[in-house]
């Protein structure tokens, strides 16, 4: 069953900008700098956060398996270390 809560207005302005109102920013963790996805349906415009993934955690997992199958078999390729990034990609 869907939830519906207290609508609010906003105004476009001559740049195509719109505000959020603050207790929606609020609530959905609305940040400066957040990314949202917008979606445009018939007259409806449908703005969805993106949750980007930290890529410096996504990194250091990384390195930590490069280092720790060099400490175990040597050092490892160019060809090696790719094959790896692609895997852990399509995770």
Do not use: C, F, W
């Not at 018939?42 to 990384?62: G, R, Y």
């Amino acid at each position: 069953m869907a939830t519906y809560e207290e609508q609010d207005t906003t105004v476009v302005s001559g740049k195509g900008q719109v505000v959020i109102p603050q207790s929606l920013r609020t609530r959905l963790g609305l940040r400066p700098k957040t990314r949202l996805i917008v979606y445009g349906y018939k007259d409806t415009v449908i703005m969805k956060k993106m949750d980007i993934p930290d890529i410096l955690k996504n990194l250091k997992s990384i390195y930590r398996k490069v280092d720790a199958r060099s400490a175990k078999h040597g050092k490892i390729s160019d060809k090696e270390i790719n094959e790896l990034v692609r895997k852990y990609r399509k995770k």
